[in-house]
């Protein structure tokens, strides 16, 4: 079974602060993908990562793809309130068809 | 450009009452379907996903079943509620092949 980890659960800060959270992995996926979800609201896509190593930049947010192709990571620069939201990770499963998709890292940015 | 519509956006039943939530998507041809269901801020639960009409694949519930009548419409239901099946239920779609779904709005179910 693929299961991805994300870490922290829950994260809290000040408005202008930088962060990253995690998306970790035992199994090696073909591809990664971001979303942030706003309470009350279907998940959006911000982000697919295909490439091992592979670095994609969103204005003030960059997605890393780890080498092995395990893990990723999602940096914010200057976070802001309109950042706020669950942000989570998804791969494609190998079970043709389906995804796997993390927990979540509930982000709360403070004016 | 695809679009993903889901009804109603809230729903209140009472435990044992029938359900019903509708997903249609446009502007895509056979796409691969899906019903998530969420609890409060934490990630997603897959009940069933379809890769074609009439072609249903479950994977959780013991009291929902779904249904593809058209290629673009996904049907989730249930013949009687349970105060457990309360939650945020999200439709998504996927081009065949490709990495990425594409989420609805939500439906937010509170069985009282």
């Known amino acids: 079974t693929q299961l991805l980890e994300q870490s922290p659960q829950f994260l809290s800060i000040q408005e202008g602060e930088n962060l990253t959270v995690y998306c970790n992995s035992s199994?090696?996926?073909?591809?990664l993908q971001w979303y942030r979800q706003e309470p009350g609201e279907g998940p959006v896509l911000l982000v697919t990562?295909?490439?091992?190593?592979e670095v994609k930049k969103l204005k003030r947010l960059t997605f890393q793809f780890g080498d092995a192709r395990k893990d990723s990571s999602l940096h914010i620069t200057a976070a802001q309130p309109g950042d706020t939201g669950l942000y989570l990770c998804?791969?494609?499963?190998?079970?043709?068809?389906?995804?796997?998709f993390g927990d979540g890292t509930t982000l709360t940015v403070k004016p | 450009s695809q679009t993903i519509h889901q009804w109603p956006a809230t729903l209140v039943q009472p435990v044992g009452s029938p359900l019903s939530l509708e997903c249609t998507v446009e502007?895509?041809?056979?796409?691969?379907l899906y019903w998530y269901r969420q609890a409060a801020g934490r990630g997603l639960q897959l009940l069933f996903y379809s890769v074609g009409i009439g072609q249903i694949s479950s994977e959780v519930p013991q009291n929902l079943s779904a249904s593809r009548p058209q290629d673009r419409q996904f049907i989730l239901s249930s013949k009687k509620l349970l105060l457990s099946d309360s939650g945020f239920y999200l439709c998504a779609w996927r081009i065949q092949g490709a990495y990425e779904q594409y989420f609805g709005p939500g439906t937010r179910l509170t069985v009282t």
């Open positions: 199994s090696v996926f073909s591809s």
């Open positions: 502007g895509t041809s056979n796409p691969n």
């Open positions: 998804a791969g494609p499963n190998t079970n043709a068809g389906k995804s796997t």
């Open positions: 990562v295909v490439t091992g190593g």
